[in-house]
Nanobody
Framework: QVQLVETGGGSVQAGGSLRLSCAAS????????MAWFRQAPGEGREGVAG????YFADSVKGRFAISRDTAKNIFYLQMNNLKPEDSAMYYC???????WGHGTQVTVSS
């Protein structure tokens, strides 16, 4: 089965860090296809990071980073100095295939 599975979300205090993982199952994703989006309650989906040009939203520049583990076929989002406004459901997507994961919840206490 071709799918993406996000893990690593949770509840943290402001200023803390989390690393989200996106594991591709049933296929191997291509370089520069992967990206992270997020959606907070009452808000639309926002592009966070990734894609062909390694885009980063202005709100996360200097705090978030992306990487991958080629051997394990996993795409990561490292989130540092988290803020309450970062609280959202985070989704991994393969932009080349239009494939989305189910999301992982990130909650940052204020």
């Amino acid at each position: 089965q071709v799918q993406l599975v996000e893990t690593g979300g949770g509840s943290v205090q402001a200023g803390g860090s989390l690393r989200l993982s996106c594991a591709a199952s049933g296929y191997t994703y291509r370089d520069n296809c992967m990206a992270w989006f997020r959606q907070a309650p009452g808000e639309g989906r926002e592009g966070v990071a990734g894609g062909p040009s390694s885009y980063f939203a202005d709100s996360v520049k200097g705090r978030f980073a992306i990487s991958r583990d080629t051997a394990k076929n996993i795409f990561y989002l490292q989130m540092n100095n988290l803020k309450p406004e970062d609280s959202a459901m985070y989704y991994c997507t393969d932009t080349c295939l239009g494939l989305w994961g189910h999301g992982t919840q990130v909650t940052v206490s204020s």
